[in-house]
Structure formats: C-alpha cells, structure tokens
C-alpha cells in the first residue's frame, strides 16, 4: 500500500522586504512579497527522499494561508511532490497556532495520512510548537526536530542532536516529524520540475470543507492577544571611519562607544 507522506509547507513574508502590522495588530499577509518558509524546504526534502526510498509513496503538500500561498506549493510541487492542499478562507484572519493547528488537523484527515512531515519551525512565527499540536489533536506519536529520518516496515526513526548527545529516535506510523535545517540541504528545482508543477493537482478548501465554525479559529479563536506592536524605526545612516593612518583606532572608539567591546 502507498505510503502517504502529507508535508506543512508555510507561505511566510520575506524577510528581506518590508513587514508591517495591520490596524488589528495582525501581520500584513497580503500586502508583502512572500514564499515558502525556507525551514519548510528542508521537510519537502526529507519527503522526497523517504518517498524514492519507498516501493510506492505519495507526497502531498499542505497550506494553510491566503491567496497568495499558492505560490508555497507551486514551489514543493516544483521540487517534486504529487499534489497540494490549499486551506484559505476569510474568517481564519488572526488564527493563532491553536486555530492553524485545528486546520491543518482536519485537512490532514481529509486528505489521508501515514506520515506528515513539518519544519522545525517557520521563519516568521518561530515558535516550532505547532508539529507537537498538530501530533496531539491527530492523536499519533511525534518525533520532532529530527536530523536524520527513514522509514522503514511502518516505522518513522530518525536522530535528534543536542547539545551533549544524539538520540536515536522511533515511532509507529501514523505519526507527526519535524525535520531540522541538518537533516540534508534541499534541492532546487529544476526545469522539467517547474513544468511538471503546472500540471498537478492543488485543492482548494475552507472552512465548511472541514467542518470548522469560524468562532473556532481567526481573532475570536486565538488563545493569544497582540496588546501593542510598534514598528521598527527606520534605519539611520551609518558611521563612515575612513582610515588615515589611525582607522583602526577610531573603529575600536567607536565600538567601545556603543559598549559592543
Ligand atoms: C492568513 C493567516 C493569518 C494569521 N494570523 C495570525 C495572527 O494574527 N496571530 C497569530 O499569532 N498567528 C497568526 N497566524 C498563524 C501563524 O502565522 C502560524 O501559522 C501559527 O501560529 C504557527 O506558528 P509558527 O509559524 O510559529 O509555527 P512553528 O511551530 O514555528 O512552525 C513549525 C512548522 O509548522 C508548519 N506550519 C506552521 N504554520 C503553517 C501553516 N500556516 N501552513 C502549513 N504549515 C504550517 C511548518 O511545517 C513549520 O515549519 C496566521 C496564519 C495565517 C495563514
């Protein structure tokens, strides 16, 4: 039978451009450039490689997020995967991770599930809590911020590093991963990638397609509250030390100055 591998891919503001609030101290998700969590491709890639591994595997990629987070998938699908998933609806604006884990709980078993693979965390949010809330509303094991992940006779193993030690880890399937940015560097995409995308299937699904109330999710749903947000100040023009025989001097002033050294 087909192993199905559903990866969490999320669509994130780039953070090289500008990134602002909106009036409900949200993230202005609409407004800015975005594309898919860079943390997000290290798990497109573990999926990819646990699939060639396998006699026959499917891999799924799953969104949740606006219009725009298309172009996520478009990405995964480009490296490879079968097919996506597109949550998006207008009431999951302000969803914490609470309300986006529900989401992708119920998209995950919409879709059919062995294994869901996840990022160590998302570059925007950073908070690398929600594949262990994800694990908990779907009810299975979870193996998280693996380095090295297999599967193998319906078990998930993999080798989580700290600081002192690495564990060697396992769970049955059906189960939750996380994959850290060590667990081997992503492909790019090639060509004949970015062609074949074009042609595979993206779902679109909202709410009522998951049997979700809107209360559940969005501002009203979320278990945390933005009380204040201030923008950062815009950056000020540097200190230019020319050096004229005493660059080296001036420079160390200058840092001492700051109380960097
Ligand atoms: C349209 C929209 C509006 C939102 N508004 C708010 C808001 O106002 N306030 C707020 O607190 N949060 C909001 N969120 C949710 C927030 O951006 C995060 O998705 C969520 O809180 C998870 O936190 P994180 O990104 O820190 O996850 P982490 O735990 O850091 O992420 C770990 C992994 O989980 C997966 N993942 C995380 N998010 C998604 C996703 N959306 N789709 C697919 N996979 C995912 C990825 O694999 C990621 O690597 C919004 C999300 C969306 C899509």
Same mark, same amino acid.
């Given at each position: 039978?087909?192993?199905?591998?559903?990866?969490?891919?999320?669509?994130?503001?780039?953070?090289?451009?500008?990134?602002?609030?909106?009036?409900?101290?949200?993230?202005?998700?609409?407004?800015?450039?975005?594309?898919?969590?860079?943390?997000?491709?290290?798990?497109?890639?573990?999926?990819?490689?646990?699939?060639?591994?396998?006699?026959?595997?499917?891999?799924?990629?799953?969104?949740?997020?606006?219009?725009?987070?298309?172009?996520?998938?478009?990405?995964?699908? /480009?490296?490879?995967?079968?097919?996506?998933?597109?949550?998006?609806?207008?009431?999951?604006?302000?969803?914490?991770?609470?309300?986006?884990?529900?989401?992708?709980?119920?998209?995950?078993?919409?879709?059919?599930?062995?294994?869901?693979?996840?990022?160590?965390?998302?570059?925007?949010?950073?908070?690398?809590?929600?594949?262990?809330?994800?694990?908990?509303?779907?009810?299975?094991?979870?193996?998280?911020?693996?380095?090295?992940?297999?599967?193998?006779?319906?078990?998930?193993?993999?080798?989580?590093?700290?600081?002192?030690?690495?564990?060697?880890?396992?769970?049955?399937?059906?189960?939750?991963?996380?994959?850290?940015?060590? /667990?081997?560097?992503?492909?790019?995409?090639?060509?004949?990638?970015?062609?074949?995308?074009?042609?595979?299937?993206?779902? /679109?699904?909202?709410?009522?397609?998951?049997?979700?109330?809107?209360?559940?999710?969005?501002?009203?749903?979320?278990?945390?509250?933005?009380?204040?947000?201030?923008?950062?100040?815009?950056?000020?023009?540097?200190?230019?030390?020319?050096?004229?025989?005493?660059?080296?001097?001036?420079?160390?002033?200058?840092?001492?100055?700051?109380?960097?050294?």
């Amino acid at each position: 039978m087909s192993l199905r591998i559903v990866v969490c891919v999320k669509y994130v503001p780039d953070a090289t451009g500008d990134r602002h609030f909106t009036d409900d101290l949200t993230v202005d998700r609409d407004d800015v450039d975005g594309l898919l969590s860079e943390l997000d491709e290290y798990a497109v890639e573990q999926a990819l490689q646990i699939a060639d591994e396998a006699d026959d595997a499917e891999i799924t990629v799953l969104t949740v997020g606006p219009e725009d987070a298309k172009d996520a998938l478009r990405k995964a699908l /480009s490296m490879g995967a079968d097919k996506a998933v597109h949550v998006e609806d207008d009431d999951l604006h302000g969803s914490d991770v609470m309300g986006t884990s529900l989401v992708l709980a119920k998209a995950i078993e919409k879709t059919g599930y062995d294994l869901v693979i996840a990022g160590m965390a998302s570059t925007d949010g950073t908070m690398g809590v929600l594949p262990a809330i994800l694990a908990e509303r779907l009810g299975v094991p979870q193996v998280t911020l693996l380095s090295e992940v297999s599967v193998e006779d319906g078990v998930v193993k993999g080798r989580r590093d700290g600081d002192t030690a690495s564990e060697q880890l396992e769970a049955s399937l059906p189960a939750v991963v996380s994959v850290t940015d060590q /667990s081997g560097e992503a492909r790019y995409p090639s060509f004949k990638g970015i062609m074949a995308a074009k042609k595979k299937p993206v779902e /679109s699904l909202d709410l009522d397609d998951l049997d979700i109330e809107a209360e559940e999710v969005g501002l009203e749903g979320a278990w945390t509250k933005v009380d204040e947000a201030t923008e950062r100040p815009a950056r000020t023009a540097g200190t230019i030390v020319k050096d004229e025989g005493e660059g080296g001097k001036q420079l160390a002033e200058f840092l001492s100055g700051q109380k960097f050294i």
